[in-house]
């Protein structure tokens, strides 16, 4: 009897739904798939105005085989597995995790639905008489338990046909393990009121995700989910272990920072004590390479290292770079980002040094000594950090420009017509007497003057605005590399106090040495940012607008 998501059935529960001034969790359905000959076991999410919000497909697939009792169900036979955890979403009554009936077997399932920012885990089911006797309540209690969530199940019940009957026992857990609310035999309803007031006192009172040792252990398959989630720390690799990095390879003892999908380690060639480099794990040439969870995970551990290199190194901000294909000076084939600890009175000219050829590159030894070094400030600054955090954005929402009072960039008002586009917290503009064709800026709308004032988040979306922006600036301009920078707002001598990133595109021998684009770039957003001829840059914006928002 299954059917599409827009057949009759649904559209009959979206109607109760709106009638009836309720949201309703439907699961788990048997989802007609187009093309297939199979069908997909989904959980469905209709809101009090009927509208369909978010839909889960089952991921774990339930499988028994035993012939000498003459029982055998292989759902794969006919359910097509989903691939992916659906992040939690908001409600009236919390942030609410899907899954469906096996799926609660698998703990890590769970976690990971916690750790972006579920209240609520759901697990609509149709557990066997067996199985239900045995481990229905106990599975159900330890995910709330280990999780601090609610735990809603709604269950299946009574006799399919001659071979299958199922348990039944929907039920209602706390975040503290008890059962608040469960139907015994037979059909009718479970209310229990879900206090997030209680949750967040029993978080706060044992905070068990704060005492979790990722860096020794790790849900390594979250590596897997290409949206984007908090950056995980995990295990550093061993000594004789060594990370692939472009056409070069780095020592395992080099690496002082590991999350998930991307680590950080120290430069071989430095500019200044302490230059670091952060690449992802996947080894991609280019930035607009990186899927939107990787994107995530860099400016995650982008902030970290920062903070890290700021306070063992004393230093008052650090410079961010990214040279971004081989017209920018990339010579490493795997994307990374450089980060050099530096003071107010050397902004940028250390990153002219870059190109210094009387720099020597140092031992192995050399690096391991800075690596552990830094080591013994690393994780705990890591996880300070990211236990403050709250759940990340899932995605970048862009807005179309309008006519306004403007947008003011330090003391400097940015001409509306300049804008290409913005979002909530952030504006992207083509900068006035640009360094080169397609010099665009991206800063944050109410100003953070330094990097380290920045939350997680904030910087996450400025990295996907970079990104986004500077694929259609180059495609635009006919680039094939840029110069990405982010300047913090600290330096008395600029009129911009305010943090802010820089994409230039590059273009072949377009300075006399690769790395004045740095002094160029401090230069800019000191004394270039005003100007009166923008009319042909007015053009270039509206082109600009029409890739992005297409």
């Known amino acids: 009897m299954a059917e599409p998501l827009s057949g009759p059935l649904m559209q009959r529960y979206c109607g109760l739904a709106a009638s009836a001034g309720v949201w309703l969790s439907l699961g788990g359905l048997h989802v007609k798939e187009e093309g297939s000959s199979k069908i997909s076991n989904s959980h469905v999410i209709v809101d009090d105005l009927g509208e369909i919000i978010t839909s889960y497909v089952k991921a774990h697939l339930f499988s028994v085989n035993i012939p000498e009792r003459n029982l055998r169900l292989e759902e794969s036979e006919y359910v097509t597995a989903g691939n992916e955890i659906v992040p939690p979403f908001e409600t009236p009554v919390g942030n609410v995790a899907l899954g469906v009936c096996y799926d609660m077997r698998f703990a890590e399932f769970s976690i990971i639905q916690r750790r972006l920012g579920a209240h609520i885990l759901t697990f609509p089911s149709a557990f066997t008489v067996t199985t239900g006797m045995a481990h229905w309540e106990a599975l159900l209690r330890c995910r709330a338990i280990e999780n601090q969530c609610y735990v809603i199940a709604a269950a299946q019940t009574g006799q399919h046909n001659k071979k299958r009957s199922s348990y039944g026992h929907a039920i209602i857990i706390d975040p503290w393990g008890a059962v608040v609310g469960q139907v015994s035999e037979g059909t009718n309803l479970a209310i229990a009121e879900v206090d997030i007031s209680y949750l967040e006192k029993i978080r706060t009172e044992m905070a068990v995700m704060k005492h979790r040792c990722s860096h020794i252990y790790s849900l390594s398959h979250m590596s897997h989910s290409n949206k984007p989630h908090l950056c995980e720390i995990v295990a550093l690799p061993s000594t004789y272990a060594s990370l692939k990095f472009g056409q070069v390879s780095v020592p395992g003892n080099c690496i002082f920072l590991k999350s998930a999908l991307s680590q950080a380690f120290v430069n071989k060639k430095p500019v200044v004590p302490g230059h670091s480099l952060i690449t992802p794990e996947r080894p991609v040439k280019r930035f607009s390479q990186l899927n939107s969870a990787e994107v995530s995970d860099v400016a995650q551990m982008t902030l970290i290292v920062h903070r890290i290199l700021s306070e063992k190194y004393n230093a008052e901000s650090c410079n961010i770079a990214i040279q971004d294909g081989p017209d920018a000076g990339q010579t490493i084939e795997h994307v990374h980002v450089h980060i050099l600890p530096i003071s107010a009175n050397d902004v940028i000219s250390e990153l002219q040094g870059h190109e210094n050829q009387s720099k020597s590159w140092r031992s192995n030894e050399d690096m391991a000594q800075e690596a552990e070094k830094i080591k013994s400030v690393a994780l705990s600054v890591a996880q300070n950090l990211l236990n403050k955090a709250r759940q990340l954005p899932i995605s970048l ?33 083509l900068a006035p007497n640009p360094i080169l064709p397609g010099h665009t800026y991206i800063s944050f709308q109410n100003p953070i003057e330094h990097f380290n004032d920045q939350t997680l988040a904030q910087l996450v979306e400025l990295f996907q605005m970079v990104q986004i922006v500077q694929a259609q600036v180059e495609a635009h301009f006919n680039a094939q590399s840029s110069t990405i920078v982010f300047l913090s707002g600290f330096m008395e001598d600029s009129n911009i106090q305010s943090l802010h990133a820089q994409i230039i595109p590059r273009f072949s021998q377009d300075l006399p040495k690769n790395d004045d684009i740095y002094g160029e770039a401090e230069n800019h957003r000191k004394n270039h940012i005003h100007s009166e001829n923008i009319t042909e840059l007015i053009s270039f914006v509206s082109d600009l607008r029409a890739k992005i928002y297409k």
């Open 397 to 429: 929402k862009l807005e179309i420009p309008t006519i306004s009072e403007g947008f003011f960039f330090g003391n400097s008002r940015v001409d509306d017509k300049l804008i290409i586009t913005k979002s909530k917290n952030l504006c992207a503009f």
